[in-house]
């Protein structure tokens, strides 16, 4: 349904639709037994099945036939109070809860859809700043490799989320402008510091004096060379470091080690 066909409905039915909502939420109400009803009749009821079991057990000669009858009248009293207030008012609250469900989906029909907030030009350069800031602190500190990984994974977002906004940007308009020089700064350090992360990465990998299994370290490095060449699969650092974590991890490279900066250097084996 359109949206001015919706708002054409929701403008001429507004009262009526909300009014039948309300009266079908408060009118129909499934399984509702009278509580005076009920209770006087499971009474009477109790009663007639305590005279009878008394009957049956005087006239076998049972000493204790009133107590058991008794009893019985009890029991189906009971079984009638659980009757009521668990079986019957749960299947009351289920249909209640399909019922509302019902009426949500029909009115939602005829409402018109929300309105969707888009990109301004402030709040695409509010993103960009904040991602230089994080770049830059990346940048001092600059041996942890989880700081270059969550600027490129906010720059990864960032590009997603301008990719699902320029179908909606008007020809001429000056988010374009604003996009496009926010796509290029976004691109340009998604690449710098995923190409530093992967290098950090493989150094950890061949450093000896580091605790831990080699293995796994290994392995992470591996992992992330991968993810890297799979967004520059052309770029011939990341391809020479991908094949030197290898040969380490074999063990039959051991005088190649990585420094923190991801050069391959040779040393004593």
């Known amino acids: 349904m359109s949206g001015k066909r919706a708002n054409a409905l929701n403008g001429r039915f507004p009262k009526h639709a909300a009014a039948a909502g309300r009266q079908a939420r408060t009118k129909r109400e499934p399984f509702r037994v009278p509580a005076g009803s009920f209770y006087a009749f499971s009474v009477l009821f109790s009663i007639v099945v305590a005279l009878f079991v008394g009957m049956i ?9 009133a107590n058991w009858a008794l009893l019985s009248g009890g029991a189906c009293f009971v079984a009638a109070v659980l009757f009521r207030e668990v079986l019957l008012r749960g299947r009351r609250r289920q ?18 859809p929300p309105a969707v907030n888009k990109l301004t030009v402030e709040h695409n350069s509010a993103l960009i700043r904040s991602i230089q800031q994080k770049s830059e602190a990346a940048n001092v500190l600059g041996g942890l490799a989880d700081g270059h990984k969550e600027v490129f994974i906010l720059c990864e977002e960032y590009l997603d989320l301008i990719k699902s906004e320029l179908p909606r940007v008007a020809p001429g308009s000056p988010r374009f402008a604003a996009f496009r020089k926010g796509t290029v700064v976004a691109n340009r350090l998604h690449y710098e510091h995923m190409i530093r992360w992967a290098r950090l990465e493989a150094a950890v990998a061949t450093e000896r004096r580091i605790a831990g299994d080699p293995g796994m370290r290994s392995a992470r490095a591996i992992e992330a060379l991968e993810l890297a060449l799979f967004h520059y699969p052309e770029e011939r650092v990341l391809i020479e470091l991908r094949e030197a974590v290898s040969v380490a991890g074999r063990g039959d490279g051991l005088g190649k080690v990585i420094d923190v900066e991801g050069a391959i250097i040779e040393s004593e084996p």
């Open 57 to 65: 057990l005087f006239e076998t000669g049972e000493a204790s036939a």
């Open 95 to 112: 249909m209640l809860a399909r019922e509302r469900r019902l009426i949500s989906n029909v009115s939602g029909e005829y409402e018109a």
